[in-house]
């Protein structure tokens, strides 16, 4: 059975480097909806992808984002202007912050500094409030044949929300299934890591999201970062394993004393060494290749590792 599905593309996004952030254009009919449209950078490369397959911005008729990250959502405001009958569909949490991103960027800013979120993601601007769906657990959107059922999968963040298409039976997950290479830019033993970026990574609500996506049932889950893939069995393995060996770190993290820039360097260290030994694990033929995939997402695993260590010791 193939991942992919007819009426599903991915398209790269080239968010940093190629094959790191898909953004996915769902048509139904003579309709289209895009799920995690990325950055004004990609936007270009989305309007482009419309045109290739033959339709035009005006049949776009939703822009959904999984949640507020903005490798997901920070283009959201620059599609939409192309896109003149298109309704963004978010999490009550996650549309506030698309409404007013102030709040969002001034965090990014903190975790890139100044010019390498401008070269990432340049000016974010607000989403118009009246052009804002949200979508609460549990609701489902029928469109055309198909219905979409939105459900929270926390864990990653807080604002998070996974949606299961009955059209390709499948679940959009944004980042609650974790990261993965597509098999076809890396065919063999396939592996899957956990994603602790900041800020509000909880290994309990991680660990529940992998299971509500399971229970859905479905056939293959399309996955942000990066692909679709339809091994959900192995794949939700192997992220749970992943899951531990964050949490694991998080707990020793703070059970020590080292704080600010030294906590991040001591997380760094062992989310490396816990990455390299998770590809084994897993049984991936070529380990160091695909670490150097994964070499900035353990970065920002440490750092979201050090806002969870910082939770543990507060909450005592």
């Known amino acids: 059975m193939s991942a992919s599905h007819p009426s599903v593309t991915c398209i790269d996004s080239h968010y940093v480097s190629p094959e790191k ?10 309709r289209v909806a895009f799920v995690d449209n990325n950055t004004n950078r990609a936007v270009p ?3 482009e992808a419309l045109t290739n397959q033959g339709f035009t911005a005006e049949q776009v008729d939703y822009l959904i984002i999984t949640h507020v990250h903005l490798d997901h959502a920070g283009g959201t405001a ?10 963004v569909l978010a999490h009550p949490k996650a549309a506030r912050h698309l409404v007013d991103p102030s709040r969002l960027v001034a965090g990014a800013k903190v975790v890139y500094g100044e010019a390498e979120f401008d070269d990432l993601y340049g000016v974010i601007e607000g989403v118009p409030e009246e052009r804002v769906r949200i979508m609460e657990d549990g609701e489902t959107l029928d469109w055309g044949s198909r219905r979409l059922t939105f459900f929270y999968t926390k864990g990653h963040a807080s604002h998070h929300f ?8 499948g679940v959009f997950a944004g980042d609650a299934f974790g990261l993965a290479r597509t098999p076809e830019a890396r065919p063999g033993i396939p592996f899957t890591v956990c994603s602790s970026s900041p800020p509000e990574f909880d290994p309990d609500e991680a660990r529940l999201s992998v299971q509500k996506i399971r229970d ?8 942000t970062h990066f692909g679709a893939f339809d091994d959900l069995a192995t794949r939700a393995k192997h992220l749970l394993h992943s899951i531990e060996q964050m949490e694991a770190i998080g707990r020793d993290a703070a059970a020590g004393s080292l704080e600010g820039d030294a906590l991040v360097a001591y997380c760094d260290e062992r989310v490396t060494e816990a990455f390299r030994e998770h590809l084994v694990w897993c049984g991936v033929e070529d380990p160091e290749a695909d670490f150097a995939w994964l070499a900035q997402d353990a970065f920002l695993n440490a750092l979201g590792l050090r806002f969870y260590a910082e939770r543990l010791r507060a909450a005592g």
Do not use: Q, W
């Not at 996974?162 to 039976?169: A, T």
């Not at 859905?216 to 996955?223: K, S």
């Open 78 to 87: 620059e599609l939409l202007k192309h896109c003149p009958n298109a309704t």
């Open 162 to 169: 996974s949606i299961y298409d009955s059209g390709s039976d």
């Open 216 to 223: 859905t049932g479905a056939a293959r889950v399309f996955l």
């Open 21 to 30: 952030a898909a953004v996915f254009m769902v048509t139904e009919g003579d």
């Open 45 to 47: 490369l989305l309007l």
